[in-house]
């Protein structure tokens, strides 16, 4: 009895020490983890970021004039002409974006940055804004527009490679900045006159775009479309609207978004954005001139069509998924091993046990290095076919024969292909852990249901004499 209890409480030891061991790991991997995610910040800072495109925003000045008179009815009666300077913005009627997105991977180190080039087309058609949309400081006052800028909008202008507008037929000179406060950084640029209210304006904007991650185009049409095609086979549609049509295959994808201002505030969002109020009409709104800078903006909180070039396996994620079994993993393999020691009534030593268990803590650490290199699917192969012929190479002499080792082999390998199962079905994690959980206890119930437990805990003479 002293004896089993002896070995009860080592191996209890054992299990505190392997704990502390797997909670060493699982330190190792965070620190990666933030490694990986300065790196990837800071190439994704080199390649302009996530980019989020706005375009077909038309900006137009106004001056509003009106007169004061001064002492009415007296001889001293005076006129002063007065004004006040305002802006309107005029979003879209209709918005066709259409483009490529073009993957351009790039490395640091052992770490990738999933970058792209979208090149594409925003066409669409804006109305000319009449006087009477003006909200006046005075009534009756006269209202004088100027000429009006297009306006292409990016959440970050070191992304922007090339640009070309035209608006009513007419090429346009496009100048750095959005020209408003308010607005993340972009280009604009001044139409060639000053179009009559309420006329149709035909606009194209042709654009060459870098970013990394991620790309959002926002809606700020009253109808708003967006046709993409690239060659990356992986894609995440991770926007607040899921394209209407898509086609995902090994060789790329094309996804077709559409919405209307009905179903989407993107438009109000946008304009708050800039700093205007509420429209009356929802497609014009005023606000008060503002000759400070221009302030880059995040686009959080705005609607948009958006989709992120992802790897369908990130090493990091499944390495930190496979560490949370770990325990699981260590404290199966240590039972059949005392198992096969109880029933073949064997003497292994508690080094015996160690060392198995920090064969198995290594697992998890080779796993995480290799997949750095060679991919997740190809380390866990690796790392499992190691660590399985190192402990049964290794068992075998504890075992005392080969074909003993060989089917710890076989169990420990099913228990490596379980764990694979688990981690590369996440939806199904929990069913599969429960399950292997209960194949292991019937496991043990099974090979041990013929043990005699009382013999066990009875001192050496009891057990002399009851055989006697």
Known sequence: MKAFVSKFLMLAALAAALGIAIAMVRGVMEDRGRYREETLRTVSHSLAGPQALAGGLLIVPYTEHWVVVNQRGTRKETREPMSQAGVLYVLPETLDVNGQLVPDVRKRGVFRVNGYAFSGALKGALRMPSAASVKRSVEGSEIQFGRPSLVLSV???????????????????????????????????????????????????????????????????????LVLHSDWPHPSFIGDFL??????????????????????NARAQWLAHAGAEPSRQGA????????????????????????????????YVMSDRATKYALLIVGCTLALFAVYELI??????????????????????????LSEHIGFDA??????????????????????????????????????GALYGILCSEQNALLLGTLLLFGVLTGVMVLSRRVDWNALLQPASAVAVADA
């Open 243 to 264: 394209p209407a049509e898509r086609a995902v295959r090994s060789s790329g994808f094309d996804a077709a978004w559409r919405t209307s201002a009905v179903a989407s």
């Open 155 to 225: 959440a970050s202008a070191r992304g922007l490679r090339a640009v070309r507008m035209n608006a009513g037929g007419h090429a346009l000179n496009v100048t750095p900045g959005t020209g408003v406060s308010g607005l993340p950084a972009g280009v604009s640029a001044l139409l060639a006159n000053v179009p009559e209210p309420g006329s149709t304006i035909d606009f194209e904007i042709v654009a060459e775009v870098a970013g990394a991650q991620r790309l959002d185009v926002i809606p700020l049409g009253m109808e708003s479309r």
């Open 344 to 369: 073949k009534g064997l003497r292994v030593h508690p080094v015996q046990y160690l060392l198995v268990g920090f064969a198995m803590v290594l697992f998890f650490m080779l796993l995480l290095a």
């Open 284 to 315: 014009v709104d005023t606000v008060a001139q503002d000759d400070g800078p221009a302030v880059a903006r995040s686009v959080a909180g705005v609607e948009s069509f958006a989709v992120a070039l992802v790897d369908p396996v990130d090493a």
């Open 379 to 416: 380390a866990y192969g690796a790392a499992s076919v190691v660590c399985v012929g190192l402990i049964s190479y290794y068992v075998s002499a504890a075992l005392g024969s080969m074909w003993r080792a060989s089917g710890f082999a076989l169990l420990l390998s099913g228990l490596y």
